[in-house]
Structure formats: C-alpha cells, structure tokens
C-alpha cells in the first residue's frame, strides 16, 4: 500500500512539517512549568483553538525517553526513535476515554531497528521497546539522526483495547520511517482526521537525552477555510520542536506559536511517566504455562529462570521448584 505524497488532505504543509526533529513537584516561572532543580518536567496538555474548530494536545517527554534510554541501552538514533514514538503514544493514550482503555503503537520496518512498541493508557503512563536496541546508522546527509533509515520500510498499526470482545485495530504504510508523518498519515487515512504530527528527540553529546517532546493538532470537522488557513500558515513557519525547547519555550509556549491567531484555551494538565505493570506475580503466573515436566526438568538443574520484561529492561529470578508447588493442586 503506497501512501499518498501528501498526508492530510486539507491541510497543506510543506513537507516536512510532520516530522519536525529535533516525578518532582513543579513551580511555575513566567509560563515554564519546573521541577525544583529548575528543569522543566514532563508533562502534557491539552487545549481547544479557533472556538473548538482545531483540538491540540502537546507533552515535554525528556524524563520518558531517558527512562527508555537508560533501561535498555539504546543507540542515539534508536533512542531518537523510539522517543518520539513514546511521546506520541503517551498524547494518543490521553486521548482515550476510559481509564481501564489501552492503547498499543507497533512500527514494523525493514530497518535495523526492526521494530517498535509502545503501550499506553488514559493515565500518562507508557512503556516502550525495541527489538534491536543497540542498532546504528550514520547520520542522514543532513546531519541529523537517522530516524526513518533506522525504521526503514514497513508498517505502522494503531491497536486500541476498550474493553470490548475484539480490540479495534488499524494500520497503514510507513510514508518515510520518520515517526510523525506516519502518524499523521494514519489519521487521515483511517479516522480521517487532518492532523499535524510533531515529535522530536535531541541528544546530548554523551548520549543522554537533553530534550524531548511533541504535539498533535487535529481539525475539527467543522473547521473553515480562514482556520485551516492560518494554521497551515503558523505551523509551516515553525523551526523543529526540539529548536523550540532550547530556546527556552515550554509545551504551553509552543502550542501557543503554533496556534497563534487561534485563540488557544487550555483545558487541561496532566503528568506523563515512563511506567511498567511488569511484576514478579505476572512472571511467575506467565511461566505456569510451561509444562510440568520441563519445569521438573528445569528445577533438577537447580538454576534459576531469568526472565527480563521487554517493556522495561527488568530482571527476575524465578526458582522453578517454586512454582511447582501451586501445580500440585491442580
């Protein structure tokens, strides 16, 4: 499936607008919300503009993506990657409407990376990995990290678990690896919804992340010509997301830029965090499912199982002689 040049249809942006790269209490300085060390905090909010004509949702993600960074060792670019597709689940998750609601975000490409997860919920927390954590690339003839060479060819799928019998499920082509337009594109391609998708990851010299964050803009149904116009206007005079955090603006600061004209009202704030239910109950229920007789086996080796969790990078120890004593009951 050949996505088309253009993602959202009435929404004309230049090219490359849709990928624009780049725990503690907080104060409030001015208009940059703070942790106390000074840094500003992960974060998103959501807001409405142009009279509820356009819908806008933005996070600051840098603790996120260092979180994953950290747990997983990963590479600058991989790192760059799966950033921006956490930022972009943790928006899309807070989206949802119920609390129990999960939200899965699968990039399959052709690319070293392989492939990326994410999960998430209505709550701010999400999770992510990817298959091949440590995989590299040279920098794109731009200088930048080579987020859509890494992902490569492939797919992206949209998996929304409601609670439901069978979970809604939609995918669509990968239009260049590169995270945000993709996403864009699956909007308008299967909710059709024109949306501009912008995510971004810097990094630091020694590889840790120094900024990271986005946001979603999605016009309403009832959006006229003046306001589509203005925000194709605002948002394709934007510099990079990223170049918006170093100069010093927050996520209000840049949904503000971007809807300028608008009539930005924020309507709510919410905490984002990097979070995984894994625990050492789940483990040792999942492993149940071996069979008796290769548990008996393995417990005659008198090693422990180690299992990591995918999500999170974590470690357990799990002595299989242990569990088959909840299997003498059954």
Known sequence: MAPPAQPCAKLRLKPNVHCLVGGAAGRVEGDMIRTSTGKMKDVMIRGMAAGGQVRAFAAYTRGVAEKARASHDLSPVVCAALGRLLTAGALMGWMLKGRGDILTLKVEGDGPVGALTVTADALGRVKGYANHPQAMLPA???????????????????????????????????????????????????????????????????????????????????????????????????????????????????????????????????????????????????????????????????????????????????????????????
């Open 140 to 330: 794109s003839p731009a200088g930048k990290l080579d987020v859509g060479g890494i992902v490569g060819a492939g797919t992206l799928s949209v998996i929304c678990d409601l609670g439901l019998k069978e979970p809604y499920v939609g995918q669509t082509a990968l239009v260049n690896g590169e995270i945000a337009e993709d996403l864009a594109y699956y909007y308008a391609a299967s909710e059709q919804t024109p949306s501009c998708v912008a995510l971004g990851v810097l990094m630091n010299k020694n590889n840790t992340v120094r900024h990271a964050g986005g946001f979603i803009l999605q016009l309403m149904p009832e959006a006229g010509e003046d306001v589509v116009a203005l925000l194709e206007k605002n948002v394709n005079a934007l510099p990079p997301v990223t170049h918006l955090l170093c100069e010093g603006l927050d996520v209000k600061g840049i949904l503000e830029r971007a809807l300028e004209g608008l009539d930005l009202q924020i309507t709510e704030e919410g905490p984002v965090r990097f979070a995984c239910s894994c625990s050492r109950r789940r483990v040792e229920k999942a492993l149940l499912g071996i069979s008796r007789s290769d548990l008996e086996e393995l417990a005659a080796e008198g090693k422990p199982l180690e299992v990591c969790c995918h999500f999170c990078g974590k470690k357990y120890m799990v002595d299989a002689g242990e569990l088959l004593v909840p299997m003498a009951g059954l």
